[in-house]
């Protein structure tokens, strides 16, 4: 009896040990790795001929799982102040300022199908490396290259002739600024 309930034991503990290595080797591995990011959105809209600025606020969130992604948001927006002034006659009467919730929910967002879905209905498409190439343009990023470099270091995916791109523009983009003298 003692002898089948000491082997029940060392092979339980056994499982459990091959599961802790395989939990903890999926988790190592980048694309089973998820990565959750929150925050609150306080922005406004341009100025329209007719309506805005907008204010918007509210709560979203971004999680990574791989692969795929999950995002929400639950965004408030009115007209802003300022339109209250300009377009308004300085009247803050609320019934006036348009307000409204926009709910966003994004569940397994596909990279690829996403953008295959907006090249179909001509919405223009910006990718990693462009958002980063317009950061370095509006001196948001100070070193395109190595910014570059480290994104190549993950798992993230793109044609050598594409990061050859944003690094010859980058370039171009350094030159032009030093003939400028800035």
Do not use: C
């Amino acid at each position: 009896m003692k002898s089948n309930a000491f082997e029940w034991t060392a092979r339980s503990i056994a499982v459990l040990v091959v599961l802790a290595v395989s939990i903890s080797a999926l988790a190592e591995n980048p694309r089973h790795k998820t990565y959750t990011f929150s925050g609150v959105m306080n922005a406004y809209s341009p100025q329209t001929t007719a309506t805005g600025p907008y204010e918007i606020r509210g709560p979203w969130s971004l999680k990574l799982k791989g692969d795929k992604a999950d995002f929400s948001a639950a965004l408030d927006m009115e007209l802003s102040d300022g339109w209250v002034i300009t377009k308004n006659g300085g009247i803050f009467d609320p019934n006036a300022r348009g307000a409204h919730t926009h709910h966003i929910t994004l569940v397994d967002a596909d990279d690829e199908a996403a953008r295959l879905e907006a090249e179909r209905r001509n919405i223009p498409v910006q990718g990693t490396l462009g958002v980063l190439d317009l950061a370095a343009e509006h001196g948001l990023l100070v070193d395109l290259p190595d910014n570059i470099q480290r994104l190549r270091s993950t798992n993230f995916r793109a044609s050598k002739k594409l990061f050859d791109f944003f690094l010859e523009r980058d370039g171009l983009r350094k030159e032009r600024e030093a003939e400028r003298g800035n």
